[in-house]
């Protein structure tokens, strides 16, 4: 072990002595530490393909009860999970609380709500009519869909 550690020394001390390995050894790290910082600004900080939605609505604002029925008549079948139905939001700011009825083109009728809850419904795919009841202020009492 004293022979490694006294080699090691001695390699540490040339290296040190000698102006161009030092000098090399800088710009090494230099160099690393330089293309490592614009590599990062510039590289993608997203995995995975960007989705950009594609939707319009109708908007009403409602207080107390409320119920609500539509009838989806088609639906393209853009990706399994595509939606279209009714949603009640507690506000129009991004990320408020909601409760939603809708149809997907893979996976039929769903009832979602606070980003957390997804139930599967009646139906499998459009045409089909959604009825969202909503009693009080943010509580959801009833959803239903039924096939025509």
Do not use: N
Not at 40 to 67: I, L
Not at 133 to 141: E, H, N, Q, S
Request: some cysteine; overall charge neutral.
């Amino acid at each position: 072990m004293a022979g490694i550690a006294s080699t090691v020394q001695a390699e540490w001390t040339k290296m040190w002595s000698v102006r161009s390995a030092a000098a090399c050894l800088l710009v090494g790290v230099g160099l690393t530490i330089g293309l490592s910082t614009l590599l990062g600004a510039t590289g993608k900080t997203h995995e995975g393909p960007y989705r950009t939605d594609e939707f319009s609505f109708v908007h009403q604002a409602v207080s107390g009860d409320a119920s609500i029925t539509a009838r989806v008549m088609s639906q393209d079948d853009t990706h399994e999970w595509a939606k279209a139905g009714i949603q009640v939001k507690a506000s129009l700011d991004s990320g408020s609380p909601y409760a939603a009825i809708m149809v997907t083109p893979g996976h039929g009728v769903r009832m979602e709500s606070a980003f957390t809850t997804d139930i599967a419904g009646v139906g499998e795919a459009a045409p089909t009519w959604l009825r969202l009841t909503r009693i009080g202020p943010a509580c959801i009492l009833s959803s239903r869909s039924w096939m025509i």
